[in-house]
């Protein structure tokens, strides 16, 4: 039930994290696996160590945000091995911390179009064609933000708030075509991209003692539910966003 042998995913933001440990546990149980973040050089690393494992990965370089990239590299996507089975829409950035009242409307329209705008591009280019192979499942990376008031990363819940309605609408869409669309709704993941709380020991703390599992997520546990949402074991599921936090929303 757990089967991805010879699928084909692309994971944006898969250079380190999340998108990493996903990319790897992917490529470990048979997919041919597409790691692609800005880097070019931070792809290779990582599709180093697939391969040395044994697995199939190719890095292709591309930043979200450039909607002219993101066509090249569906493209080559394409042209190397026909199509994509598995998307997987982790590539996110949160470049500011504080009020809503002192955001710039730079910021607002970089989160906006980084972890919104860009996930839509990327459903447009790649679903028409997922849908000719027969379907496939699509998984975008939300976070427990989208579901909770904060008032330090108030703009970064509010795009990935509109990420999970993105997930019900293209659900919506695409179910006709087999294609399953969900989303994950991770806590704090022990990650570079949390490393404000991660790196304080206070404040680390004093938010693992209010979490049931009294840990923060390591970027493995979210990549085994990737896994499970984009395997047949999760065939009957579209539309959804699981949370993953240690039970931090309900403790």
């Known amino acids: 039930m757990f089967d991805v042998k010879g699928k084909v995913a692309l994971i944006t933001g898969a250079s380190r994290g999340i998108g990493r440990a996903t990319a790897k546990q992917l490529a470990a149980n048979g997919a041919k696996v597409v790691v692609s973040?800005?880097?070019?050089?931070?792809?290779?690393?990582?599709v180093e160590d697939i391969r040395g494992a044994g697995g199939d990965a190719v890095a292709i370089a591309c930043h979200v945000g450039d909607h002219?990239?993101?066509?090249?590299?569906?493209?080559?996507v394409e042209g190397r091995w026909g199509g994509i089975d598995i998307l997987v829409c982790n590539a996110a950035t949160n470049p500011v911390y504080g009020s809503i009242s002192t955001l710039s409307d730079e910021a607002f329209?970089?989160?906006?179009?980084?972890?919104?705008?860009?996930?839509?591009?990327?459903?447009?280019?790649?679903?028409?064609r997922m849908a000719e192979r027969g379907g496939g499942s699509v998984i975008m990376m939300s976070s427990i933000a989208s579901v909770r008031g904060t008032a330090t990363i108030g703009a970064y819940g509010m795009s990935k708030a509109a990420e999970a309605a993105l997930t019900r609408n293209l659900a919506v869409e695409w179910g006709p075509r087999k294609i399953r669309v969900n989303s994950?709704?991770?806590?704090v993941v022990d990650t570079d991209f949390a490393r404000e709380l991660v790196n304080d020991p206070v404040r680390r703390a004093q938010m693992e003692s209010r979490t049931p599992l009294r840990r923060?997520?390591?970027?493995?546990?979210?990549?085994?539910?990737?896994?499970?949402?984009?395997?047949?074991a999760s065939a009957y599921i579209t539309g959804q966003m699981i949370v993953a936090d240690g039970g931090e929303t309900i403790g």
């Open 37 to 46: 973040s800005r880097k070019q050089d931070a792809c290779d690393a990582v």
């Open 68 to 76: 002219g990239g993101l066509k090249e590299m569906v493209a080559a």
């Open 109 to 128: 329209a970089k989160i906006m179009t980084v972890n919104v705008q860009s996930t839509i591009w990327l459903c447009n280019l790649v679903l028409p």
């Open 184 to 187: 994950i709704a991770p806590g």
């Open 216 to 232: 923060f997520g390591e970027p493995e546990d979210i990549a085994g539910i990737v896994h499970f949402l984009a395997s047949p």
